[in-house]
């Protein structure tokens, strides 16, 4: 970490900065005295120094950190891949991940037609909200345990693990035979929740803010894996930005950027990023060419009648013809599909 | 709402898409045929569409909402501005609400020195984190029921309501005497909170996400009234864009907009916005000439040892000196303080 | 174009307004008048009328365009792709553009070493700066006229066609020989340059803007096509959002969605998206996976001792390896390297 | 400037690149060796180092800048305001400036009116516009040279100084009777514009790019500067944002920001920032509040007959109320008006 120091600040001040970070423990402070500027450099434990913190001092110009803030999830100190064991599939090894399914858990008839459509495509997991995070209050909020149960119903008919969102730490019990919980969007920084999943044994995939950096996105891992839980699978699903073209803008160099700071799985979600159903497969064809550990994409069998998302949702044909598109594409990038 | 279909759509298709619009109730579609393109209005109660289900279908090209889809929050339907009631005090009437107090409650020595001297310069509440949604899991997370308690102390010797952040409703006991809870911005589009704070009785302060407009702030205002409770009372305190010279960018634009969209009061978070502590006062200044009903700023007797945020804390002095500097302000805008 | 009218809007004064458009001629006017709302389509030959002048009106809520402004690049009237022919290359066939060479030329030694060794791996053009936009007047500024010189000897020498940025219109004698002409992403609204360069026979390189959507990137082509030159080639290089690990992000969602608006080639510049060396390999396949025309990679025989951008620029043998490495992913993708 | 060195950086090469930096004279290079990471500090004279350079070489994690690449335009080393004389009146003093006219000159009678009506109401400017940068070439491009012609005119009869916009260095000659010529938001980086403005002894008016930092904004002052011209006045017009309530976001947080940073004169336009003529007022009023030097703001006759921008333009009536309005607020901050 270093500390840009203000113009003449008194020798004294800065002393007694120094002697306040030097007391955390673990830390030395080095001191470059510039004509117009002076600097200190600290070398050592900078994980528990809030740079807001140093910054408030009177004789502070400027602090900037050099190390990354998140330690369990950095590369850095774990070099080697981690991959996620689901059931009898595994996220971040060479297999290339599919999680394929409805927006929203609809019907017993959707929801197996869909999965069985899906896993005959080659589909390694389902997907199916039934609990919805929706803008407004008066739109359908998802089926709650009873969608949970269609899910498992489906997973029981096809065998394919079940990813579902979670919304309240309070459903918590409901999600016991769920394979993997999904944090959403809209509560990535939900610290409360992501406390609660760290003590939870299941692997959960975490959605990237609308607004958030790589860097908060892997602070929000470093949440759930500080309370003991590795199992964090990260999911890119588009940025927030100026562009109206697309719902999102989807952030595709997000992937070899997080592959080089973080040993976590990374997924991506093109049809939540664009929110046009055409452009899921190009965009799909783009995650797996930069690196992507798998896809999530949104698949009903009447988008046209779907209770959410419908935009954005391909037919179980259309997911058909995806599959096989993708194939020489995994394998050009050595990803068994 | 206004669905523009696609060129050469079959007029079949087109049909069924009004059949099915029109079979929601109290709809009437009207349809004007163009030469490169036509367009279907919907006119009567659209507030259940969802224009992307009706995007979804093959025969449209786009779908564009006319009227908003808040109803409670909407001021064409409540003309009157909302005045919400708080102990002795009220927000959104002619006073100027001035909400102060630390980051995060401390300790009790802390808090009440804080409250003595914020009420002595005429703040009219009292804030302070006892929950605190941090970026790092190894930050200072709050003194949590501890911190709450240190609040109600500093309440009864002041006199001052008090405000406090809620994270999780698993906490919600833990707030029966808090006078206003808040709503952080990273919990705004946490829908399973907003729904709970609908059935509680007590006033919602509730900010602006990073990344949320003010139509998706206003929708998370109505998930809030439509369940019972209509005292919300709308904070911005700053969005994310491209600009690092600031902590966010302080979207003063806000407050005559939202005059305009809705009758709940709107306060300013000048110390959040900007991150740093010589620009409350201009800030806070700026709050009040655009119309602001009130700000929430924070003040730490010591803001070098803040726990949290000392960057952009105010000494009580720095409070005492802008308090007098407003006052000719808020007096110009009609406004008592 | 629908025009959304206010509440209680006067009938005489929407009759007015009516005339008023009816009289620009060619357009027809239909009212739909609702309980709550009541709105005008307009249908016809809207591409003359600004939004914002009739929003202006007393008795409008909101206008909202339903075709697209922009006609000559408009794939809707030329639903074939165009292909730019550059000397013996084309851009927007079947073939995938490869153009690379150094940010800046700096010396004959250097351009000439760099477009050999560029040639030699199969890049199909050779770019360079001879006019540098830089944020900083104190930084180098690029060769002039010299750097074209230059360049030109580097082509006569491989034989590669040369593209190079204009920076103002008053250096457009200096551009005689030049291949292509480049406008960048900060004169991407330059519209007395765009108008210029409309006027000239050479196709245009058109960079689009750090904050611009993809209509007013468009829109910018349209001014070049107005003016009669056909031959504009779009380039996606980076937009600015609050993420700070990657210089810009580049969106490669752009590439579908233009080849649906548009029948203009589009290309990619991972260099300057991302600002990363290590980055342009994973970004350039994703690039040719999304679909997109050709590529343009900023290549040095020195990176480290490079006048400008050396951080994004990658060595010729990292370029002979890309090379090697995308000619599967191209030939997937049906495109000859 | 701070340069992060990467682990295990080869000792040799550092010293290298230490020897590199200080072979441009006027640099002391100190270094500071870590555990995990080593740093390497700069003192002396950075303006002419470019980070990026310096993050290419092989050894270099990151380079963070300490001092601010703007020097003539620095606070630091020029701590009084400077004052732009301008005819009779001045920008950057005690006086508030107020800019006010036509976004478009469109015939004498209009502008005549527009500066007479504006005069009395205490304007002390005339604003009009002759060359429009307008997103699309089918809309209204100004009257040129006529448009001049005509402020000039408006500019005897009424002796208000005028402002307009140059879109390209080959109409300089027209500008020769001009009293400040306005660089737009579009052309802040046309950096071969400021170069060639830096040269001419008349104030500049310099807006903010849509996405253009302020940092960004002080080195496009700086190219002037460096020039040889001094008189720079900078304009906050809004930036671009996801929010689409409002044109534009205006950031009011610019003002004592750049306040702070630099000793230019400092003014707002509400006008194109909200793109609603409604907002005009309240937002005028936040910008005098927040300590802006002026104001520029759309002033037309007849806003609904508007060539361009109808919608944002106030009446001189609501202008004249403007004006009445803001004097006891300007009053408050010590500004005569």
């Known amino acids: 970490m270093i500390i840009i120091l203000k113009n003449n600040a008194p020798k004294q001040e800065i002393e007694k900065l120094i002697e306040g970070i030097e007391a955390l423990g673990n830390i030395t402070a080095n001191t470059i005295i510039g004509e117009h500027s002076s600097i200190i450099g600290l070398v050592g434990d900078t994980s528990r120094i809030n740079e807001d913190d140093i910054a408030a001092s009177d004789v502070v110009e400027a602090v900037k950190r050099v190390q990354e803030p998140y330690k369990m999830a950095n590369r850095k100190f774990h070099p080697d891949d981690t991959v996620v064991q689901v059931g009898d599939t595994s996220i971040g090894g060479t297999g290339l991940t599919m999680?394929?399914?409805?927006?929203?858990?609809?019907?017993?008839?959707?929801?197996?037609?869909?999965?069985?459509?899906?896993?005959?495509?080659?589909?390694?997991?389902?997907?199916?909200?039934?609990?919805?995070?929706?803008?407004?209050?008066?739109?359908?909020?998802?089926?709650?345990?009873?969608?949970?149960?269609?899910?498992?119903?489906a997973k029981k008919i096809t065998g394919l693990p079940i990813v579902t969102e979670i919304m309240s730490i309070a459903h918590i019990d409901l999600f016991a035979d769920v394979d993997v919980i999904q944090v959403g969007a809209r509560n990535m920084q939900n610290f409360e929740l992501l406390k609660e999943l760290g003590h939870c044994d299941k692997p959960i995939l975490l959605k990237r803010g609308l607004a958030n950096t790589l860097e908060e996105l892997l602070m929000s891992a470093e949440y759930i894996m500080a309370g003991g839980n590795q199992n964090v699978i990260l999911c890119e699903r588009g940025i927030r930005t100026f562009e109206t073209a697309t719902r999102n803008t989807l952030d595709l160099s997000a992937v070899p950027m997080l592959k080089r700071l973080t040993h976590l799985p990374i997924i991506i979600d093109p049809s939540h990023a664009c929110g046009i159903a055409w452009m899921v497969e190009p965009m799909a064809r783009g995650a797996v060419a930069v690196g992507a550990d798998g896809l999530i994409i949104e698949v009903h069998n009447n988008p046209q009648k779907a209770l959410c998302d419908g935009k954005q949702s391909i037919t179980p044909a259309a997911f058909d013809s995806l599959m096989q598109n993708l194939r020489p594409m995994a394998q050009l990038m050595g990803r068994t599909l």
Chains 1, 2, 3, 4 share one sequence.
């Open 99 to 153: 999680i394929a399914g409805p927006c929203s858990v609809e019907s017993e008839e959707q929801i197996v037609a869909v999965a069985e459509a899906v896993k005959k495509s080659g589909a390694t997991m389902l997907r199916g909200g039934a609990f919805k995070p929706r803008t407004s209050p008066y739109s359908f909020q998802g089926l709650h345990d009873t969608g949970i149960q269609l899910l498992l119903e």
